[in-house]
């Protein structure tokens, strides 16, 4: 298990010197852009413990990978790959943690610990031959995929919406919207292969557009009933729900941008710092669209 957590650290050292980043430097600025974020981040606004939870739970998923933890059954005996998956959640979450103990938010840290756990024996294959429903068309296979996936976050975050409304936690109900919308942008930070492009006879702008129609329309149909319970028993803040929809929109339409804009590669880490910053100050958002957009037409053009 130490073999496998050293290549890992290895590999991300190499990955920083390839980006023309020195590892130490780049793990030092990092904390401290995570430290100065999130300060700035409580200090602006009252749902800060839930985004903190919101992205340490999405780090986590993107640990639950099927393929990749396939290939870590196939290396590893059932007790070290159990291990390996706690100690990788813990350690993608602990900066998360040690921050929330430090805002004195003991529950939400407690809480986080014990998800990023419980995530790391769940194991998101279905080994039966019954396919689950959805409420989508196979087009585009994003949702459809990711939505049988990780289908019982959703019904976490509509138990948490029927808490927050028992408890009249109108906060915790914002995270269950958040955490819903999280998981939508969760589906487009992998890249599919080239021919699933291809095979689109469209032009970049009409590709984009048609992913933007579906990402409106699916994730409004898993928000939906978070959206209507929130708005009956807290229609006085009614504003603020449907500006964080709006916003959760915005951050998944940026991620497919950012995905189609370095297509067919990977989105890196580079990415992750720009979305914390957005997450940090939504207006940049204003600049970083246009942008994205233009490299994802230039990138499509070269496929469709």
């Known amino acids: 298990m130490k073999e496998y957590f050293v290549l890992q650290f290895k590999m991300l050292n190499r990955q920083l010197t390839e980006w023309g980043i020195?590892?130490?430097?780049?793990?030092?600025?990092?904390?401290?852009?995570?430290?100065?974020?999130?300060?700035?981040?409580?200090?602006?606004?009252?749902?800060?413990?839930?985004?903190?939870?919101?992205?340490?739970?999405?780090?986590?998923?993107?640990?639950?990978?099927?393929?990749?933890?396939?290939?870590?059954?196939?290396?590893y005996s059932k007790t070290e790959y159990i291990k390996i998956r706690i100690v990788e959640n813990l350690i993608v979450s602990i900066v998360f943690i040690l921050f929330l103990l430090f805002e004195e938010k003991y529950l939400s840290s407690i809480l986080l610990f014990i998800l990023a756990t419980l995530f790391s024996l769940i194991d998101l294959k279905t080994k039966s031959?019954?396919?689950?429903?959805?409420?989508?068309?196979?087009?585009?296979?994003?949702?459809?995929?990711?939505?049988?996936?990780?289908?019982?976050?959703?019904?976490?975050?509509?138990?948490?919406?029927?808490?927050?409304?028992?408890?009249?936690?109108?906060?915790?109900g914002i995270f269950s919207l958040i955490l819903t919308l999280l998981c939508c942008l969760n589906y487009y930070t992998n890249s599919e292969n080239e021919f699933y492009v291809w095979v689109f006879s469209l032009t970049p702008k009409e590709?984009?557009?048609?992913?933007?129609?579906?990402?409106?329309?699916?994730?409004?149909?898993?928000?939906?009933?978070?959206l209507i319970s929130l708005s009956l028993f807290f229609y006085t803040k009614i504003d603020l729900i449907i500006g964080f929809q709006f916003?959760?929109?915005?951050?998944?339409?940026?991620?497919?941008?950012?995905k189609y804009s370095v297509f067919p590669e990977k989105l890196n880490i580079k990415f992750g710092i720009i979305l914390a910053l957005t997450f940090w100050f939504p207006p940049l958002l204003v600049l970083i669209i246009p942008y994205l957009y233009i490299?994802?037409?230039?990138k499509l053009k070269e496929i469709l």
Do not use: W
Not at 212 to 218: A, D, H, K
Not at 247 to 255: A, D, Q, R, V
Not at 295 to 298: A, C, F, G, L, P
């Open 129 to 172: 031959s019954f396919t689950l429903p959805t409420p989508f068309y196979k087009h585009p296979f994003e949702f459809t995929v990711g939505f049988r996936s990780n289908y019982f976050i959703y019904f976490f975050a509509y138990f948490l919406t029927f808490v927050s409304i028992s408890v009249d936690n109108f906060n915790l």
């Open 22 to 75: 020195e590892p130490i430097i780049g793990y030092l600025i990092g904390i401290f852009a995570f430290v100065g974020i999130s300060i700035k981040l409580f200090e602006k606004t009252q749902f800060a413990e839930y985004i903190h939870i919101t992205l340490a739970l999405s780090l986590v998923l993107k640990l639950n990978e099927i393929n990749r933890n396939e290939f870590l059954k196939l290396c």
């Open 207 to 226: 590709f984009l557009k048609y992913k933007l129609r579906y990402i409106i329309q699916y994730s409004t149909i898993l928000s939906l009933p978070i």
């Open 295 to 298: 490299q994802s037409t230039k």
């Open 247 to 258: 916003l959760g929109y915005l951050f998944i339409f940026t991620t497919m941008l950012a």
